[in-house]
């Protein structure tokens, strides 16, 4: 008899999971055909292969899978390519894509794109606009328009350098970067926004990065690694060993990219860029006005240490720094 009266129970138990699964089914297949047949376009400031614009891909992909929608990507090269020729050429390629392929949003990544499409083209235009990471301060685009929301791209310079102090003997710092706009920017922001007075120094060759990493480890206290990207004959096994055999105070970086020549990492997290920009473009899609989605800065952040940068210069870690790191390069 229990086995009787237990069967009604059961049947009606798995007669809710089926409703459900079939509502939740029901519920994933109208949010994804919602989108169908809407475009997005994403305008990348730089190249595939990039470690940061790599990552932002991949958030903006992910978070965009199985949605219906139609997304391209556009690559502009301008990190490579510094030359104003050149990047006004792919400026005015991006400018015809759009044209071309009518896009429903435009997600853009990186200050180029902002700077040299949507600021001269696009300023308060029909076609809405999601831009992220845009360096520090967007104000200099003139944002927001009333087609334009996104997220800055904010370094964690202020968490690295107070890892860093704890490692110092000194207060004196310096960043070694790669001769760039973006470098300049990050430089005017570490000082004007964070009030950290920081040395900067810029190079154009693997030679004069080898040659002014070696002298800074004499004049300086603690070192910022900056972007290498844009030094065409870079290259990174080379300046590993370089740092290993060279370092004596704590070094640090906010790019992966730089981390096979730093000890410390405190690092933003690129996927958040991209996941933001990709669900703000489909809640704007879904009617939402730009106007109406405020500017955020991003706001997660990653520590790794180097090791091997750390043994060579004979600097003890502290444990509270090895325990709250998520990675550690040995």
């Known amino acids: 008899m229990e086995g009787k009266n237990m069967t009604p129970k059961i049947l009606k138990s798995i007669l809710g999971i089926l409703t459900t699964l079939l509502l939740l089914m029901t519920t994933l297949h109208v949010q994804a055909s919602s989108f169908e047949g809407k475009k997005i376009l994403f305008i990348n400031s730089y190249h595939d292969g990039y470690p940061w614009s790599d990552g932002i891909t991949n958030g ?14 556009v690559w502009m090269d301008t990190k490579r390519n510094t030359d104003e020729t050149f990047i006004t050429e792919a400026a005015q390629r991006v400018r015809k894509e759009i044209e071309t392929f009518r896009p429903d949003v435009v997600i853009a990544a990186d200050d180029n794109a902002s700077k040299h499409v949507i600021q001269p083209f696009f300023k308060d235009a029909d ?26 791209e904010v370094a964690g310079a202020k968490e690295l350098i ?35 007075d920081i040395s900067l120094k810029l190079v154009d060759s693997m030679t004069a990065w080898k040659e002014t990493y070696k002298a800074i480890q004499d004049q300086f206290d603690m070192l910022i690694i900056g972007n290498v990207a844009a030094i065409k004959d870079f290259n990174e096994q080379e300046a590993e060993a370089f740092a290993i055999e060279n370092a004596k105070i704590p070094s640090g970086a906010v790019q992966m990219g730089a981390m096979r020549f730093a000890m410390i990492g405190y690092l933003k997290v ?11 473009a ?5 009617g939402t006005s730009p106007a109406e989605i405020p500017i955020i800065n991003n706001t997660r952040g990653t520590v790794i240490i180097n090791a091997k940068i750390a043994l060579s210069a004979d600097i003890e870690i502290p444990y509270k720094i090895v325990e709250s790191a998520e990675q550690i390069i040995e």
């Open 60 to 73: 903006v992909k992910r978070t965009l899978a199985d949605t219906g929608v139609n997304l391209k990507i």
């Open 270 to 280: 690129p996927e958040e860029q991209g996941d933001w920009a990709a669900q703000t």
């Open 127 to 152: 076609l809405p606009f999601v831009f992220c990471g845009v360096n520090w301060d967007a104000s200099i685009y003139g944002f927001p328009y009333k087609n334009v929301t996104g997220m800055v």
């Open 282 to 286: 489909l809640k704007i899609i879904s």
């Open 162 to 196: 107070e890892i860093l102090r704890d490692l110092a003997k000194g207060q004196k710092i310096a960043m070694l970067a790669n001769d760039t706009y973006t470098a300049r920017k990050d430089m005017e922001n570490y000082r004007d926004k964070l009030g950290i």
